[in-house]
């Protein structure tokens, strides 16, 4: 019976940990795929509107991820990541729409939500990994 319950201790904790990322590694992720995008919607020549919104996005989340490495507090970065996820829905409602070329295919977008969605987690749920 020891044996069954320090197993379910063991695969709970090991679950925990592959499901729960540092906000710095989110923030990270968020600027490095952001930037990615906006590269990709530039060189491809985007429209210029679905460009400039990447550009902002990028732009918001340099400053959200050097944010992080100051911040003591999530509350210290609300402001900062509440600018990140309205450029992030921006973006988002572009690249949703049936007409951009940027939806399904865009593997580079992909990688922005996965990261946003982890920054949002961190952010927002008080069960997150994040660290000062």
Do not use: I, W
């Not at 904790?13 to 989110?26: D, F, N, R, V, Y």
């Not at 295919?105 to 660290?131: C, I, K, P, Q, W």
């Amino acid at each position: 019976m020891k044996r069954v319950f320090a197993f379910l201790v063991g695969a709970l904790m090991l679950a925990g940990c592959a499901t729960t990322t540092s906000l710095g590694t989110a923030a990270d992720r968020l600027d490095s795929s952001a930037r990615r995008f906006y590269q990709e919607t530039y060189y491809d020549r985007a429209p210029r509107p679905t460009t400039d919104d990447a550009a902002r996005l990028a732009d918001a989340a340099r400053d959200f991820n050097r944010a992080v490495d100051r911040a003591h507090s999530r509350e210290d970065l609300r402001l900062s990541f509440d600018r990140v996820a309205e450029r992030y829905h921006d973006l988002r409602r572009q690249v949703d729409d049936r007409d951009s070329r940027y939806g399904e295919a865009s593997l580079a977008f992909d990688r922005v939500t996965e990261a946003y969605l982890d920054v949002d987690r961190a952010m927002n749920h008080s069960g997150s990994a994040y660290r000062p």
